[in-house]
């Protein structure tokens, strides 16, 4: 009546393919290397529960899944059509929405590392800086805001049966990892979200515990393509 299966696994996944770019003398704009090295490790535990009684049967899985993603090297050495050595330390995986919000790939890190390019610059006693006519005060900054990647995941499917009639349901919880949302970030852009109505009723946005900022300005600052993403995680 009782199944207990667990797993542990560890793979190391080689020859990553990485697009070098490269000198267009030699006819080409890239060129196209295999290196690097990815390592996932985990744990998966599932727990089975068989019961009948007469033409009523009740079949349970209870699944536990953790995964730990890490880059262990990228491209450290490679030669390009035209004799020119280099090396590849990290690389962006891809824009979100175009903007700041970015995937960087470097070692180390994970496969779902979300990456800022930008900052509100700060005064040494960790104060937003605003300017004369009252604009933030922004700072080209590459900073991590965490990974899109879980802690674990959790399921528990459930099969019921009785005379010919089934039934099915299924329960899945991912734990930890954050999201992004780019839809909440345009939202407060353009001034149609229900914060930036607060923000407007409220007079402003309370910085530094004393300061109001102009809401229309607060939002165009985060809220715009080459803003504050970090903001928009959770």
Same mark, same amino acid.
């Given at each position: 009546?009782? !199944? @207990?299966?667990?797993?542990?696994? &560890? +793979?190391?996944?080689?020859?990553? $393919? ?5 000198? #267009? *003398? ?38 536990? !899944? @953790?995964?730990?993603?890490?880059? &262990? +090297?990228?491209?450290?050495?490679? $030669? ?5 050595? #280099? *090396? ?147």
């Amino acid at each position: 009546r009782l !199944t @207990l299966d667990i797993t542990y696994y &560890k +793979s190391n996944t080689n020859k990553q $393919t990485f697009q070098i770019p490269i000198s #267009g *003398s030699s006819g080409y704009s890239s060129m196209v290397v295999q290196s690097g090295c990815v390592q996932n490790k985990g744990v998966e535990a599932v727990l089975g529960v068989k019961l009948r009684s007469g033409d009523f049967s009740y079949n349970a899985s209870f699944a536990y !899944t @953790l995964n730990r993603n890490k880059i &262990k +090297s990228m491209v450290p050495y490679y $030669t390009t059509l035209d004799g020119q050595v #280099g *090396s590849l330390n990290q690389i962006t995986k891809s824009n979100i929405d175009g903007g700041a919000a970015s995937f960087l790939l470097r070692e180390g890190g994970t496969m779902g590392d979300l990456w800022t390019k930008n900052v509100i610059k700060k005064d040494e006693d960790g104060n937003y800086l605003v300017n004369a006519g009252g604009k933030l005060e922004i700072a080209a900054l590459s900073q991590k805001v965490g990974s899109v990647l879980p802690k674990y995941t959790l399921s528990m499917n459930n099969d019921f049966r009785y005379k010919g009639i089934n039934l099915g349901l299924l329960f899945t919880g991912r734990i930890g990892g954050i999201c992004y949302s780019a839809t909440q970030a345009n939202m407060d852009l353009y001034g149609v979200s229900e914060v930036s109505a607060a923000a407007r009723d409220a007079g402003g946005v309370l910085i530094n515990g004393r300061e109001m900022v102009d809401a229309q300005k607060w939002y165009q600052a985060i809220g715009s393509q080459s803003g504050l993403p970090q903001y928009y995680t959770y």
